[in-house]
């Protein structure tokens, strides 16, 4: 079935370090989320890709989708104290979140 | 990330003791889903309705029931048959079912007293 992976399951990063996040599909996806949950919040939506090699910008977030629409990135450029949280990516169309990224950074 | 509430924030349950989780929300969404999120796990999908009287199992819909009487309530039911509910409940809707972006309400902690 369905298998969304998600790599690393733990960051932790020096304030000002960058940080990657990424996700892999074993199937071709039609499109991709990234939601982003804080300590003891809910997920929020940050971005949805559709297009094969597509990558949207966010402020110091910069997001990919692969060339064979299988696999995804979020990328954060320096990071800051409020990038805390779990990252995941999640495929819609199944109804299935992947396993996330934590990410702690120290100021 | 508006327009959906849950209640109770945290919920207490007895052995044995069916228990019922509210999610309204003011967004008219058609779709509605309920996830569970196990301490440094992912989401995974227990039910979801995409029109009003219509509901599909999710991964792991053992021991809970929904009814999704109108469109903006779906009330998730942990029956004594879930053996180990003690996780945290999210509730999300969206415009329509199916690779569109979910709104997540604030969530549900239940514990097993």
């Known amino acids: 079935g369905q298998q969304v992976m998600q790599i690393p399951q733990y960051q932790h990063v020096q304030e000002g370090e960058d940080f990657t996040t990424y996700c892999n599909s074993s199937?071709?996806?039609?499109?991709i989320q990234w939601y982003k949950q804080r300590p003891g919040g809910h997920p929020v939506f940050l971005i949805q890709?559709?297009?094969?090699?597509e990558v949207k910008k966010q402020k110091r977030l910069t997001f990919q989708f692969g060339e064979a629409k299988k696999n995804s990135s979020l990328h954060i450029t320096a990071t800051q104290t409020t990038d805390v949280g779990t990252y995941f990516c999640?495929?819609?169309?199944?109804?299935?979140f992947g396993t996330g990224t934590s990410l702690t950074v120290i100021p | 990330d508006g327009g959906i509430t849950q209640s109770p924030k945290y919920l207490f349950r007895k052995e044995g003791q069916n228990v019922t989780l509210s999610c309204e929300q003011n967004?008219?969404?058609?779709?509605m889903y309920w996830y569970r999120q196990d301490p440094g796990q992912g989401l995974r999908l227990i039910y979801y309705?995409?029109?009003?009287?219509?509901?599909q199992k999710g991964d792991i819909a053992e021991g809970y029931s929904v009814s999704r009487e109108k469109k903006e309530s779906f009330p998730l039911t942990v029956t004594s048959a879930q053996k180990n509910p003690t996780a945290f409940y999210l509730c999300?809707?969206?415009?329509?079912?199916?690779?569109?972006?979910?709104?997540f309400g604030p969530g549900t902690r239940l514990l097993v007293l």
């Open positions: 999300a809707s969206s415009s329509a079912g199916g690779g569109e972006t979910q709104y």
């Open positions: 199937t071709t996806l039609s499109n």
């Open positions: 890709l559709v297009k094969s090699g």
């Open positions: 999640a495929d819609h169309n199944q109804f299935y």
């Open positions: 967004l008219n969404h058609d779709a």
């Open positions: 309705s995409q029109i009003v009287n219509d509901f």
